[in-house]
């Protein structure tokens, strides 16, 4: 069984950076997309950047300039590194993998436990 395994986030300062990191755990066929969504509380879930084919990559505009995704195609692994985090960056950040497992080779899409950042002024 597939499962998005995240590690990163936590506790920074305005101003400062830090890094998620996301990769399927078991067996994959393919990824046809791959990236990060976040959700602070009592606001819905958005599009925080994304890497779809493993060349198209879109940023959501209030990360433009400051997040960078990235993916490493032979671990299968999405990094986003956020630098010049602000206080109202601060959510739950969720990795979302759109891909074919290798026992069902059916496209799923799929989303990891979620992991906390919070940023402090």
């Known amino acids: 069984q597939v499962q998005l395994v995240e590690s990163g986030g936590g506790l920074v300062q305005t101003g400062g950076s830090l890094r998620l990191s996301c990769a399927p755990s078991g067996s994959i066929s393919s990824i046809n997309a791959i990236g990060w969504y976040r959700q602070a509380p009592g606001k819905q879930r958005e599009l925080v950047a994304t890497?779809?084919?493993?060349?198209?990559?879109r940023y959501a505009d209030p990360v433009k300039g400051r997040f960078t995704i990235s993916r490493d195609n032979a671990k299968n692994t999405v990094h986003l590194q956020m630098n010049s985090l602000k206080p109202e960056d601060t959510a739950v950040y969720y990795c979302?993998?759109?891909?074919?497992?290798?026992?069902?080779?059916?496209?799923?899409?799929?989303w990891g436990q979620g992991t906390q950042v919070t940023v402090s002024s």
């Open positions: 890497i779809t084919g493993g060349v198209s990559i």
């Open positions: 979302n993998a759109v891909l074919r497992a290798t026992a069902s080779m059916r496209l799923t899409n799929y």
